[in-house]
């Protein structure tokens, strides 16, 4: 019997045709297909995180509705669910194909020059690619450069569909690019740019009234993707977008791997559970978009980047976080350095999540309103529904590489805040390896101590609590390799301030240890009785989680007490 090629992984690859006709292995979305065309508005919008797989699933609706692609059908989707259930309009369309990523926004000037060009590129692409359907597309050509250039050329399109009798369906990815890199500028002089560009009569605003003149003639089908909502509001009243399907529960799984999907990839790969070495569900889990959605989802970038890992390297692999990802969120430095935000972020990290309801639109002079600042981070894939709890929605940090990026961001400000902040890493990282080499914690936190805690500034004293001190400690924590660093961990008895597991790197650890943190104010040091109190809950807390099925029995889990005094000094008791 002839043994199965495994597939490839299409990491990196956004493709659709490249993924179906050279052994990628495919997650089939194409249901989705079904209920998007029998959505009852033309015109819709959708939004997921970075590196959700937008490009792909947009890839595999142009190559569904494009006329030119009929005679493929059957290789690109037979074996695929729309394969066996077509749409009555599959292959029926002229698709215009536009993507905003990569334009110039260091000006308004050079902003639109460098759209209006792109806007032109792709409608003289476009004309090139349906020539045979109207042969005068060379001469189209021609007149774009001198008749209408730039957004008035979208005006050419609809005109030759409309003289053979064609429609249009328009698929616009990356449609906040700009938007974001406008964030990332701060949101000062990103909003003024902004507002020119997109409110009045800016290009952008041209660009989306020229579309709704389209829709009364020849343009069947318009779907907007990109990141955020930021932009709704502004476009909206110049092009009727009234159904936004970002936050329906039938969409929740369009994008993202379920655990069965996750399960199937790995079986089509010939990736096997025993080459997995870390916990899967704790590093890339956790995402739901509407609280009625069926399943938590997996950022699919993350999965794909691991299972290549698995598969390139024959020995255990060192980065189980895409480093691509703490990139891509490096853009929200300017909006973290405002100090609203930054209490927002601070009190996230602390308490792994807040309770905020998510607004479905808002603009980018909004970012700085506590509710469009948290709503922002749960379309970046920072937060994600965790529960409904007495009418309101708590959102929480989705896994532990998202984690990672708080941690990071909170260390950032307390560097950027106190410039007399010490962070020796080798010197960090030597104390932590004594903690889980030979059991000692004193190294590590006198460590942090001394070149952290005791040297933060008065306005970092406004967050200063046991939470705070928590985030400080789990900094360092983090850039280890010795260690994953799980906060809150649910035990049978309550939740422990900080577990330190034994990473997949490292299985030869000693210890593996459970912290529990209290913190008085300094003033309060001289009350014995409070001391006491702190003591007496810490030692009973503790001993509450090693009874705990978790760690029953278990000789190299570790117990420690710590309660600190205001930010100069700690004591320590292991339990």
């Given amino acids: 019997m002839e043994t199965k090629a495994p597939k490839r992984l299409p990491y990196g690859h956004s493709n659709f045709e490249s993924v179906r006709t050279e052994n990628y292995i495919y997650v089939d979305k194409t249901r989705f297909i079904e209920l998007l065309e029998n959505e009852g508005n033309r015109n819709l919008f959708f939004t997921r ?6 490009s792909l699933f947009f890839s595999m609706l142009s190559h569904y509705y494009d006329i030119n692609q009929a ?14 259930h077509p749409t009555p309009k599959h292959n029926s369309y002229l698709v215009l194909n536009l993507d905003f990523s990569g334009l110039d926004t260091s000006t308004d000037e050079r902003f639109n020059k460098s759209i209006s060009q792109k806007i032109q590129d792709i409608v003289r692409s476009f004309l090139g690619r349906y020539k045979h359907l109207f042969p005068d597309g060379d001469i189209y050509s021609k007149q774009i450069d001198t008749e209408q250039p730039g957004v008035a050329s979208l005006r050419k399109v609809f005109n030759v569909a409309e003289a053979i009798g064609k429609k249009v369906y328009i698929i616009i990815d990356e449609y906040d690019h700009f938007a974001n890199d406008l964030i990332a500028q701060g949101t000062y002089a990103g909003n003024d740019t902004y507002r020119h560009l997109v409110r009045a009569n800016g290009v952008i605003r041209d660009f989306y009234e020229t579309l709704k003149e389209g829709s009364k003639t020849v343009v069947d089908r318009i779907i907007l993707t990109g990141i955020t909502p930021i932009m709704l509001d502004d476009i909206t009243s110049g092009f009727n977008i009234s159904n936004n ?25 010939n990736i096997t559970p025993d080459m997995i070495t870390v916990n899967m569900v704790l590093f890339y889990n956790g995402y739901l978009f509407h609280q009625d959605g069926e399943h938590r989802v997996y950022n699919p970038a993350m999965m794909l980047y691991l299972f290549s890992q698995v598969l390139r390297k024959s020995k255990q692999i060192r980065n189980v976080i895409d480093e691509n990802l703490k990139t891509d969120y490096g853009r929200l430095q300017m909006l973290v350095n405002h100090e609203r935000n930054c209490t927002q972020l601070m009190k996230i990290a602390q308490d792994n ?18 509710e469009c ?10 937060l994600t529904i965790d529960r409904c709890e007495s009418g309101k929605t708590h959102l929480k940090i989705p896994n532990y590489s998202i984690r990672t990026i708080y941690w990071e961001y909170i260390l950032q400000l307390t560097k950027d805040r106190n410039k007399d902040v010490i962070t020796d890493l080798d010197c960090q990282q030597d104390a932590i390896s004594v903690l889980a080499y030979k059991g000692d914690p004193k190294l590590y936190l006198d460590y942090i101590s001394q070149n952290i805690l005791c040297r933060l500034s008065n306005r970092d004293l406004q967050y200063f609590n046991e939470k705070y001190i928590k985030v400080l400690l789990l900094n360092g924590l983090f850039q280890s390799k010795i260690y994953v660093t799980i906060t809150e961990l649910e035990v049978s008895h309550g939740y422990a301030d900080i577990y330190m597991q034994r990473s997949h790197l490292q299985p030869d650890v000693r210890y593996e240890w459970v912290w529990e943190i209290k913190y008085i104010k300094k003033k309060e040091a001289a009350n014995e009785k409070l001391l006491k109190e702190k003591r007496d809950e810490a030692r009973a807390q503790l001993k509450k989680y090693r009874t705990s099925p978790l760690f029953a029995d278990r ?13 100069d000094s700690y004591e320590m008791e292991e339990v």
């Fill in 71 to 84: 005679d493929k059908f059957e290789l690109l989707f037979g074996d695929l669910y729309i394969g066996q």
């Fill in 353 to 370: 999540g807040i309770f905020s309801e998510i607004i479905p639109k808002f603009s980018i002079d909004k970012l700085h309103d506590n």
């Fill in 555 to 567: 000789t190299d889990v570790r117990y420690l007490s710590l309660i600190f005094v205001g930010k």
């Fill in 245 to 269: 399907l970002s936050l329906d529960p039938i969409y929740n799984e369009m994008l993202g791997f379920t655990q069965e999907e996750v399960n199937a990839l790995m079986k089509e790969t």
């Fill in 49 to 54: 995180p970075r590196k959700f797989g937008k």
């Fill in 373 to 382: 600042f948290v709503s922002l981070l749960f379309y970046l894939g920072l």
